[in-house]
Structures are given as structure tokens and as C-alpha cells.
T-cell receptor, first 113, second 113 residues
Framework: GNSVTQMEGPVTLSEEAFLTINCTYT??????LFWYVQYPGEGLQLLLK?????DKGSNKGFEATYRKETTSFHLEKGSVQVSDSAVYFC????????????FGQGTTLQVKP | NAGVTQTPKFRVLKTGQSMTLLCAQD?????MYWYRQDPGMGLRLIHY???????AKGEVPDGYNVSRLKKQNFLLGLESAAPSQTSVYFC????????????FGQGTRLTVV
């Protein structure tokens, strides 16, 4: 079946450091890939997405590229800020048009001043 | 901009009690979902609905029931709460296509003692 695996957290970085959160997936067909972010005490919100191979999603300085050959969708940011502290979820939807999301375990990011 | 609204935000139940969680969306979305979030496990789909009057099981449906009597509302019921149902519950809605964004409520933190 479909599944998503994220790197274990928590990840602790200093402000302005480079961020990578690894995400790999297993899926049949042509999934769409997403990164959602959950700030403390809030629900999830979409950070970025990519819907086909080699697409790059980007938003708020974050980027991720849909790599079909390595079944990966790693999240990167060149310079993190304290305000980026949150839980990050990698997710996919399958080829069926129901919009059901399959999530990774989530990675907690803490950025220190 | 209400988006997706969940009530209540917090609840403590005793084992065996029942309760209903309410989700309301104002975006005219056909598809609605209930997820539970547990530490180290990401979010898992409980039940979902592809339109008014329809419901379907997700990954972890046991112990829960749902109803979608109106397009804008999706109710999640626990008939006889168990400690294993202690979790944070999120409702979401979307257009249902594989490449579209899901919108999440702020969550309900449920503790069963």
C-alpha cells in the first residue's frame, strides 16, 4: 500500500542555519506530494505541493522537488527563522480522486535564536 | 474567513461515555475527512465523505461513527469511549481531487480517562 516515511525528529537548529527534512514515499500510480506545517496550537496548513515528477514546490523560502527516481520529496530552506519552529508533515494523495491524505510521522523543528 | 471549524476544542470523557464532535465548513467542499493525530504516527484517516449523505471508512474506523446530513457539516461520534481513543482529532475538507489542498480545523483534544 501507499506510505510516507519522514526523518526522525526533533530537529534543533540555530537561526539562519540550512534545513533539510527527508521524506520518501511508496505509492502506486502517480501520487501528488505535499508538505503541511502545524504551528503550535493550530491545525495543519499547506506549505507547498508538487503534482508530477520533477515539479518543484516552493513557498515562504521552503522548497521541495518531486523525485520519482528516488521516490523522495525532501524539504529544504536556506536560512531558517525562529518563526519556522513547527511540526512538518510530508503527505501524499493517491491517484484516486478522493483527496485522502497519507501522512508521514511528522518532524518537529525547533529554531533557536 | 471561518474555513473549517471544529467544536469542542477540548474534552475529557470517562471510559464508556459517548460524545459527538462537530465539524463545519463554509467553502462548499464536497469532500470532508476526520483524522486522528497520535505522537510518532502522523495523522491517520478515520472516516471520510464524498458528499452529502455519504460516508466511507478510512484507515482506523473502529469505535467511531460518522454522519453527513448536510453538505457543510460532518459529525464524528464515539459511542463508548475507550482510553485508546485519547488523541487529537482533526477535521478537513477539500475539493477531493488528488492535487488539491485540504483545509484543516484547529483540532479537538480528547482525553478518555
Amino acid at each position: 500500500g501507499n506510505s510516507v516515511t519522514q526523518m526522525e525528529g526533533p530537529v534543533t537548529l540555530s537561526e539562519e542555519a540550512f534545513l533539510t527534512i527527508n521524506c520518501t514515499y511508496t505509492a502506486t500510480g502517480y501520487p501528488s506530494l505535499f508538505w503541511y506545517v502545524q504551528y503550535p496550537g493550530e491545525g495543519l496548513q499547506l506549505l507547498l505541493k508538487a503534482t508530477k515528477a520533477d515539479d518543484k514546490g516552493s513557498n515562504k523560502g521552503f522548497e521541495a522537488t518531486y523525485r520519482k527516481e528516488t521516490t523522495s520529496f525532501h524539504l529544504e530552506k536556506g536560512s531558517v527563522q525562529v518563526s519556522d519552529s513547527a511540526v512538518y508533515f510530508c503527505a501524499l494523495t493517491s491517484s484516486s480522486n478522493t483527496g485522502k491524505l497519507i501522512f508521514g510521522q511528522g518532524t518537529t523543528l525547533q529554531v533557536k535564536p | 474567513n471561518a474555513g473549517v471549524t471544529q467544536t469542542p476544542k477540548f474534552r475529557v470523557l470517562k471510559t464508556g461515555q459517548s460524545m459527538t464532535l462537530l465539524c463545519a465548513q463554509d467553502m462548499n467542499h464536497e469532500y470532508m475527512y476526520w483524522y486522528r493525530q497520535d505522537p510518532g504516527m502522523g495523522l491517520r484517516l478515520i472516516h471520510y465523505s464524498v458528499g452529502e449523505g455519504t460516508t466511507a471508512k478510512g484507515e482506523v474506523p473502529d469505535g467511531y461513527n460518522v454522519s453527513r446530513l448536510k453538505k457543510q457539516n460532518f459529525l464524528l461520534g464515539l459511542e463508548s469511549a475507550a482510553p485508546s481513543q485519547t488523541s487529537v482529532y482533526f477535521c478537513a475538507s477539500s475539493l477531493g481531487q488528488r492535487n488539491t489542498e485540504a483545509f484543516f480545523g484547529q483540532g479537538t483534544r480528547l482525553t478518555v480517562v
